[in-house]
Structure formats: C-alpha cells, structure tokens
C-alpha cells in the first residue's frame, strides 16, 4: 500500500466509537409509553404513559445522573407536534438515555394526521367534473382539509423547486402521487421560441464567474407536440417541472401562458439557467398538479382555494390506513442534547425531515425504518461522535442521512459513523442532488452500507479525512447527467478523503455530457480511490468523462482498482493554465481557500504538504493525476486527459479469475491471474462489502 493511502489512513480507524449498538448498561430507571394508555399513568409497565413526552417530561430530572431507558409499545403515536429533546434531556457516557422500541419496528412515530375513510365522498361538483378527464368522473373523491387541520395551504410560486407545498398523502403507508403528465417519463420540448433569461451567465459553466451578466429575469416561450396542454387553462395554475436547461438540474416554472394555436407555452418566471440546449439530449419536461391531469388511481390534487384535496382511490377507502402530512416540522428534534439513542423505531410520514439534530453528541439512531418523508430522512449538523447504524432510509424526497461534524478550519475531527445502513429511493421528489448520503466536516467513516435506486447521484462528500469503504453502490444516476454516484467538487480545501473497498455497478445512463461512479468536479484534488470493484459504471457521453473522473483537478490517486465492462475506466478533463489561474483569483476559491479555511497555514500544510504554494497555481504539466495496478476488463477507450498510466496498469479482455461474475461475486480466486500480472496486487475484500446481519439483502 502506497505511503499516501498509509497517511491518510493514519486516525481513520478509531477505537472508541465504532463499537455497534448501545452498550448493555443496566437501567436504573425504565418508563414506558403505550399508545391509547389512560391519562394519568405513572410510566410503569402496568400504569404506562400515553405520550413520549410525558416519559420525556418523567425522566428529565433523572437525566444524566443515571442510566434510563424509555420502552415504547407497538402502535403508531401521530405527533401534533415535533417530539424535541433539549439539553436536559440528554445523558452522560456513564448514564446515557435510550428511547427503545418494545419490539423492533413496531412503535410508529409519525410526524402526519390519521384520516378516515368514511370522509372522502365521491365528488359530484359540476365545475370539478368538467375539469377532470371523462375516464375518472364517478370516481375521484374529495376530503375537506380543513377538518384535518389544515387552516392555510401557501401556493408555489412561478419559480421552484421540488418538493411542491402540497400536502402528502399516504394510504397503508405508500405515499399517493401529485396529479401529473404525462403518467410515466417526460414530453420533450418541440423547439425553444425563446430562452427567457438566466439566473447567471457563468454558474452553468464556469464557477469562477458565477455572478457576471446578470440578465434582467424573463420566463422563456417554447413549442409542445402533444394536444394534451390544450386542455389546460393557465389562469387555474399549471406548473411545469423540467430539465431545462442541464440534465443535472431540476426546477419548477408557472405557466404564465398557453397559446393553443401555435402550440406554445410561455413561462412565468425563469429557469436557473435559462430555457436552454445545455445537453445535447432533448429537453424534458412534465405537468405536475393539475386537476385536468387526474386520471389514474393513486394520483391526487389539491385544491388552494377552497382547501380541498381530491383524490382517485386506488384501493377501496373504508378499511384502509389513511394519513395526511402536511406540518413543517420533522417527527425528531434533538438541540443540544448529548448521549441520546433511538433505537428500532418507525420514523415516517413528515413533511419536513423525519429527524433534525442541531449541535448533539454521541448520538445514536440504530436498527430503525426513516421512510415516507418529504425532505431528509436524517440531518445531523454540529456536534461529534454521532453514529447511524443499522438503519433503513426509503422513499425520501430530498436526500436519506446528512451528517455535518468537525471543524475544517482546525480539522477536529467530527468522528461519525455511518455503518450497516440501506438507503434506496432517496430522492422521491428532488431529482439532483439529493443524496444517500451527504456528508461534511472531518474525519468520519461511512461503510458496510448500500445504496441504491436513484436519479441522479448517491454520495454528496464535502469534507476532510473521511474514510468510505467497504459499500455497495448501484443504480444511480439513472436519469441525471454530468454526474456520478459520489461526488465532490469546487473546493480543493476539501481533501484527503480515502475510497477504498467498495462495489460499484449499473452506475449511468447514455445522455450527453457523460456521467460516472466517482467523480472530482472544478479543481478538486487530494483523494485516493483503492482496491474498488467497478462493473458496468458510467457513459463518457460525448466527451471525457471516465469511471473515475477528474475535472479540472489534479493530484488524485487511483491504485489497485479493478474495472469490468467499463467504458472508459479513467477520464479526466483538464483546465488550461489561464482557467486555473482564473478559478485561483476567483472570489469562490479565494473565500473557500483562504477565509472559510486557510491552505497556507501551518494547520493545513502539515496536514497536506501537496498545498504548498498552491495559489501560486502550477503549470498544466505539473497537475497530473496518478493510476497504479489498476486491472482494465474489456475497455472500450483509452483513459482521457492527465491521467499518468503505470507499467504496474493492465488491460485485460477476459475474466482473470473471478469467483463467480455472472452471479455478481468479483472476489478474486486465489489462483487469479491478477496475482501474477501484478505481484503486489493487494486482495479486495469483497465478501466483506455492503450491511451485515438483517440489512443483507
């Protein structure tokens, strides 16, 4: 192993956190929760409490003095209001506090209101029923929001992003869709009339230049083919969701007009970056909420004016577990607490995230379901010493665990773990960047997860000395572009970041600027990729990018890594010296440099001595980036750009000795040519990769 990976490994194995689960203290004091319990019980197991904040309430003056445990029974507990733990609520190391399911996963806490079905009545409405497809007339029902509490619905505005302010709904815990068309995929744009104005010339390609020409904001006009917008009538309200400009970019637009006659829709307000041909590949775009557009079971509508929310059943309503989410705020909040663990819950249904931590410790949320959440499943920020274990994170809109810890500017270490976890369908409403994991601060470890199903990327990484291994990362990057399952970019501070060990596969989709499975975005630089297992991941598109791709960057490693079916296993797209030099002098690199940390000082040079006269800005022919016993199977190009090729890199056009490829075991047999071809080849632990225990799939 090579003296740079042996560096950056030096404090990543830490000894005191990565114990899993809580320890086996005894309790001195145990309440428990049952949900429907009579008022005034004392919180034993024969007089329970009703409520977690009455065991909340009990337990506060005991907290940390001694060890507590709070047992929670089966049932769902439908929370009014976020259920927020303070900093007396919390523990010490010796006498920490423990909110447990009796049984796993069978205590619900959800952050929406039960409906029942009796309340939804087929709607007979003459205006509504002349707006509404013929095929679903006699069938769409309709529920009066404000007898759930809804007292105020605020509407999108003509600029927005996903996920709509509209209330979500859940019938036996599967959330309901937002009327929409077309019902599957996107219309593509016939031709752009007019582009309408752009937030900023440079952000779509040029971050050193982001804030020059500024245009004066203006919706664009465009051509549609299908006849279906004819039926729309703009002054109701129509929005449209699109990529409009970039396929690694999502935004919602109003409609300000409709011209039925040319076929032509104007748009209220401007997209980021403009109505545009920014990819090759057409432009895509859909209705989302509209009235006209509900026509099949499962899709709904609300309606701002009068509060009501209609809805095509897709399965009969009178027995059926209904709820609405619709207040903004998570299920969980936790300020300022330390040594708190949740563990084997049910965390659902929240319109806002399911789980808020601000500035807490030796947090611990294991063996739980976070699912059916309109933004964040987790967020962490502040802190240090969280961990995630062993958790389930599904159909979340905006991302599934976002952890922040650490210091960058001395580099304390935030020292989170993230192990063990599966989290798919992550990004259920926002279709770019939202991740699996987003993750920033310093010195943390993400590994033994897997994660899967999503649009666009997997792994957001924006930190220092963070170690992700040993995970199972496959099909992302489905529909996005100019992307890859982990990314980082714009800040080559961040750095020092180790991928090791990891299984990566069905990773991109065809489209035009290329897509891949790691990738180094505007200057990054400072990262080693070791020992991965890369199978079918990423398009080169119609330009460089590779597997692992570095934009702009140099100084990045790739060592012992094997590519199987890979397009183009390495890309990289390299910045002239004048574009360098202008991302240098850039208020972006300088502020991200030098103010939020500073490169120059002794902290970070002793850190990363590569820094060292960095803002100077080397030459191109200095800015290379390394490979070194990589395996090539079956490339179909050459690597692109400063890549530095090995006499220790080999390309092969057959199987060196898998154990079993075509059942997806690319563990290497001891008897693996590889061994020969490359004497110091270090073993992949493959059987080792992704969850253990339940969370093997």
């Not at 086996?24 to 034993?44: I, K, L, M, N, P």
């Not at 399911?101 to 079905?117: D, N, Q, T, W, Y």
């Not at 890594?561 to 890979?566: A, Y």
């Not at 500073?598 to 800005?617: N, Q, R, V």
């Amino acid at each position: 192993m090579r003296e740079e990976l042996k560096r950056w490994l030096t404090g990543l194995a830490l000894a005191g956190f990565l114990i899993l689960g809580v320890s086996s203290e005894a309790f001195s004091r145990t309440f428990w929760v049952q949900a429907g319990a009579e008022c005034g019980g004392d919180g034993s197991e024969s007089k329970p409490f009703a409520a977690l904040e009455e065991a909340r309430n009990a337990a506060r003056s005991l907290a940390g003095k001694e060890p507590i445990e709070i047992l929670v029974k089966p049932g769902t507990y439908y929370l009014s209001e976020s259920f927020v733990l303070e900093k007396e609520d919390g523990g010490t190391k010796e006498a920490s506090v423990v909110y447990r399911s009796l049984e796993p996963k069978k205590a619900h806490l959800a952050g929406s209101v039960k409906l029942e079905g009796k309340q939804f009545r087929v709607t007979d409405d003459p205006a509504i029923l002349a707006r509404l497809p013929e095929s679903a007339r006699g069938k769409v029902t309709e529920f009066d929001l404000g007898a759930a509490g809804v007292e105020k619905l605020d509407l999108p505005g003509v600029h927005c992003r996903m996920p709509l302010s509209v209330p979500e709904l859940f019938v036996n815990g599967e959330r309901m869709r937002i009327a929409r068309w077309p019902n599957e995929g996107w219309a593509t744009v016939a031709k752009i009339v007019d582009g309408g104005s752009k937030a900023g010339s440079g952000n779509a390609f040029d971050a050193a230049k982001m804030n020059e020409k500024i245009e004066t904001p203006r919706g664009g006009t465009f051509e549609y083919s299908d006849d279906a917008p004819n039926r729309w009538k703009a002054e109701s309200g129509v929005w449209l969701w699109g990529y409009w400009c970039f396929d690694w970019h999502d935004d919602i637009l109003k409609a300000a007009s409709i011209d039925t006659e040319k076929k032509q829709i104007t748009l209220a307000g401007q997209s980021t970056y403009g109505l545009r041909h920014g990819n090759p590949s057409p432009r895509r775009w859909r209705a989302i909420h509209l009235l006209e557009e509900l026509d099949i079971p499962g899709e709904y509508f609300v309606d701002f004016q009068t509060r009501k929310l209609y809805f095509y059943p897709n399965i009969p309503l009178e027995n059926a577990k209904i709820s609405l989410a619709f207040r903004n705020q998570p299920v969980i909040r936790i300020q300022d607490a330390q040594h708190v663990t949740f563990d084997g819950f049910v965390i659902e249904e929240a319109f806002s995230d399911g789980v808020i931590c601000q500035n807490s410790s030796f947090l611990t949320f294991q063996n739980c379901v976070v699912r059916n959440i309109r933004q964040c499943g987790i967020y962490s920020g502040g802190g240090e010493e969280n961990r995630f274990l062993g958790n389930l994170i599904q159909f979340t809109g905006t991302g599934g665990l976002s952890v922040h810890s650490g210091d960058r500017k001395t580099l304390k270490r935030g020292n989170c773990l993230i192990e063990n976890n599966v989290i798919h369908d992550f990004s259920e409403h926002r279709l770019c960047y939202a991740s699996a994991v987003t993750i920033g601060g310093v010195g943390h470890i993400i590994r033994h997860n897997e994660f899967f199903n999503a649009p666009h990327m997997a792994v957001a990484l924006g930190g220092n000395d963070i170690l992700f291994e040993l995970n199972h990362i496959h099909h992302v990057c489905l529909t996005g572009d100019d992307a890859a399952a982990l990314y980082k970019g714009r800040d080559p501070s961040k750095r020092g970041n180790v991928v090791r060990w990891n299984y990566w596969h069905d990773i991109g989709s065809p489209r035009g600027h290329g897509n891949a499975a790691v990738y180094f975005d505007d200057g990054d630089g400072g990262e080693m990729v070791f020992g991965n297992i890369f199978v079918n991941c990423g398009d080169p598109g119609k330009g460089s990018f590779g597997t692992v791709f570095c934009h702009g960057g140099h100084g990045n490693f790739a060592e012992n890594n094997i590519f199987v079916d890979c397009k183009r296993p390495l890309g990289s797209a390299p910045w002239n010296d004048q574009r360098w030099k202008e991302y240098i002098d850039a208020p972006l690199w300088q502020k991200r440099l030098l103010e939020d940390v500073d490169i120059t000082s002794e902290t970070y040079l002793t850190a990363y001595p590569e820094l060292k006269g960095f803002m100077d800005g080397a030459p191109i022919a200095q800015r290379h980036n390394f490979s070194k016993k990589n395996v090539f199977i079956r490339p179909a190009m050459d690597p692109s750009g400063t890549w530095d090729l090995h006499e220790t890199d080999v390309t092969l056009d057959h199987d060196p000795g898998f154990i079993d490829a075509a059942n997806g075991n690319y563990g290497l047999r001891g008897d693996s040519e590889i061994f020969r071809l490359i004497p110091d080849f270090e073993p992949i632990p493959f059987e080792k990769i992704g969850p253990s225990g339940e969370m093997k799939r």
